[in-house]
């Protein structure tokens, strides 16, 4: 079993962002996207890795397909289909990285830990540290049968579809936040005391490694934050990136059937969790890549308004409400942006792992807006 060891959240983490086209597609635990075929500079000795996995995966194939999925701003995300069976391959991407990002080990390691809990994650197979198989250190899960939603809208959906959705989705979360991390194996995972200023530390330089231009509200953002940090800490497992994409749900209903996409999760401020997952609702529909809410009637959706949808998570974690809100906003909003950016960094010299990095790179400007707005009546 993989060791976990506490370490600060990824220094090149890059969230996976997807489309706003097509209400739902098939979801592998991984990308929850469509496949293509192999992209330049991530193809790997095929031969090679079916050898390797003959005696570690149940029911073996002889040989099997791979294909790609589109998604993976960070991991490259493989579908492997052994025919009778499929299973999703997570590796790390080509070239040199930095030793506290593209934490496949750590994410493999969670999955194993949170397994016995009552929180929905992919059973993993077996982790490989040895780059000479594949050219870097992979994982392997069981692909699942359900559905990734890439649009918030839900498109394709019926009102009361996406009123359970939200629901499920917001009760997932709750779940999430009230784990017992320290009976679940995971008392190293992080060190949660001054979880927001750290991360707002780490976001910065995060920023500035990868700054390409002056972008004014993340710099008023940047001299803000960490001078009104709200009162009090609260500890649970963080996920750092959960958003409705990162869920599977069952083909037949609104069950979350797996929590996808761990690789900035650590022990946190479960507030944060809550502020990044709401960002839709100030996004409008038409944001490349990301879609929203804000300019949608959702009542006549059945989706449910922020303010209720927040007063539900309260209603499961036994709080009165969310003080502060707009701090944590603001934060989520700013700490994307500076994830947008090192994507746009990554897309300029080449080295980003998905084909639409440079899109995503170019809304560091229009969420450090939205960030800023949330707070600067404050300021």
């Excluded at 976990?4 to 739902?24: F, K, M």
């Excluded at 506290?100 to 994410?107: G, M, Y």
């Excluded at 250190?137 to 939603?149: E, K, Q, T």
């Excluded at 950016?341 to 300029?348: C, E, F, M, N, V």
Aim: hydrophobic letters at 40%; glycine letters at 8%.
């Amino acid at each position: 079993m993989t060791k976990l060891e506490s370490r600060p959240a990824p220094n090149e983490a890059e969230a996976t962002v997807a489309g706003p086209t097509g209400a739902d597609a098939t979801g592998p635990a991984a990308a929850g996207m469509e496949t293509t075929s192999i992209r330049t500079g991530h193809g790997f000795d095929l031969g090679r890795l079916q050898a390797y996995l003959s005696d570690k995966l149940p029911d073996p194939a002889s040989a099997f397909d791979v294909s790609q999925f589109r998604g993976g701003q960070s991991n490259p995300t493989f579908l492997l289909d052994a025919g009778s069976r499929r299973y999703v391959l997570r590796k790390k991407p080509p070239g040199d990285l930095l030793p506290s990002a593209h934490l496949i080990e750590r994410e493999y390691a969670v999955f194993e830990k949170l397994a016995a809990t009552a929180l929905p994650v992919p059973t993993v197979r077996h982790l490989c540290e040895d780059p000479e198989v594949i050219g870097t250190p992979f994982y392997v899960m069981d692909y699942l049968d359900g559905r990734v939603f890439r649009d918030p809208a839900l498109h394709g959906c019926t009102a009361e579809e996406r009123a359970a959705i939200y629901d499920s989705m917001n009760e997932t979360m709750a779940t999430l936040h009230a784990i017992d991390y320290a009976a679940a194996g995971l008392e190293t995972f992080g060190r949660p005391s001054n979880y927001v200023a750290r991360q707002i530390a780490l976001w910065t330089k995060q920023y500035r490694a990868a700054e390409t231009e002056t972008i004014e509200p993340i710099e008023a953002l940047i001299s803000w934050l960490p001078e009104h940090i709200p009162d009090g800490e609260e500890h649970a497992i963080a996920h750092g990136d959960f958003r409705l994409e990162n869920l599977v749900f069952a083909r037949d209903s609104a069950k979350v059937l797996a929590v996808l996409d761990w690789e900035l999760a650590t022990l946190g401020h479960p507030l944060c969790d809550v502020a990044y997952n709401c960002m839709v609702y100030d996004l409008p529909s038409t944001t490349p890549n990301l879609g929203g809410l804000s300019d949608l009637d959702l009542p006549s959706l059945g989706i449910p308004l922020q303010a209720d949808y927040v007063a539900a998570y309260c209603r499961r974690t036994g709080r009165e409400e969310i003080a502060e809100f707009d701090f944590y906003k603001a934060f989520a909003l700013f700490r994307f942006a500076s994830i947008a950016q090192g994507i746009y960094a990554r897309a300029l010299e080449g080295s980003a792992s998905a084909p639409n990095a440079l899109e995503v790179g170019r809304l560091a400007r229009p969420l450090a807006d939205l960030g800023w707005a949330q707070v600067s009546w404050r300021a």
